[in-house]
């Protein structure tokens, strides 16, 4: 890797832990008024709205890693598309945190260069494999999205609507993982990425 590409990277790891991210789309829900929500409603909603955060920078890093791996520069504008849709979803997941009145996880710099390492990982395996690991990964986040839709307060419809849109998101970003050639990972793999998964969500819930 070149030094230029090697500071171009470096920046981009910075501006998704430090900078406000910003969004080509609008918010989400931006018309509906904002809910009266209990104090427990509120901080159980601003809980969710910090995961699914952490799962966007978590998503940045991972498809920033794979990007610098791919050898096919088709898959690697799949990537860098996909990383830009999660940039839009950082922004609306920032968006929802401060009006609940929450914050971002403490351990955000921690989430961002593990996950920018497995996904140096995952794309040094080969294009097909990355993919593929795009693909379980959004198959997973995107029934994530789905269990908090059940769990977030019915009154919330704004921060509903922000992770309506993103689950449709992240499903198309799968079929388009999958189109570009992704292979099906080993279910032995599958499982153990649900369990990261899960060990990360119960953490950033709370930190």
């Known amino acids: 890797m070149t030094l230029d590409k090697l500071i171009i990277e470096f920046d ?3 501006r998704t832990l430090l900078a406000p991210a910003q969004s080509a789309r609008p918010l989400p829900g931006r018309d509906l008024s904002e809910p009266e929500l209990g104090a427990a409603e509120k901080k159980h909603a601003a809980g969710l709205m910090r995961v699914n955060h952490v799962g966007e920078v978590c998503a940045q890093a991972l498809y920033q890693g794979q990007a610098l791996t791919a050898r096919d520069p088709v898959a690697r504008a799949a990537l860098e598309h ?3 849709e999660e940039t839009e979803h950082l922004a609306w997941c920032e ?3 401060h009006a609940l009145g929450g914050r971002k996880s403490l351990l955000n710099p921690v989430w961002y260069a ?3 390492a497995l996904g140096m990982a995952a794309g040094a395996l080969g294009d097909k494999w990355s993919l593929g690991f ?3 990964t959004e198959r997973q986040v995107e029934a ?3 269990g908090h839709l059940d769990t977030l307060p019915e009154a919330d419809s704004k921060s509903r609507a922000v992770v309506a849109q993103m689950q449709e998101d992240e499903a198309r970003h799968a079929e388009t993982a999958i189109a570009h050639g992704g292979a099906k990972l080993p279910v032995p793999i599958q499982r153990l990425m649900a369990l ?3 060990a990360m969500t119960r953490t950033a819930y709370w930190v």
């Open 12 to 14: 981009k790891g910075l």
């Open 82 to 84: 996909a990383a830009r």
């Open 95 to 97: 968006s929802r945190i």
């Open 114 to 116: 593990s996950s920018l």
């Open 134 to 136: 795009l693909a379980e």
């Open 144 to 146: 994530h999205l789905g």
């Open 196 to 198: 990261m998964s899960k």
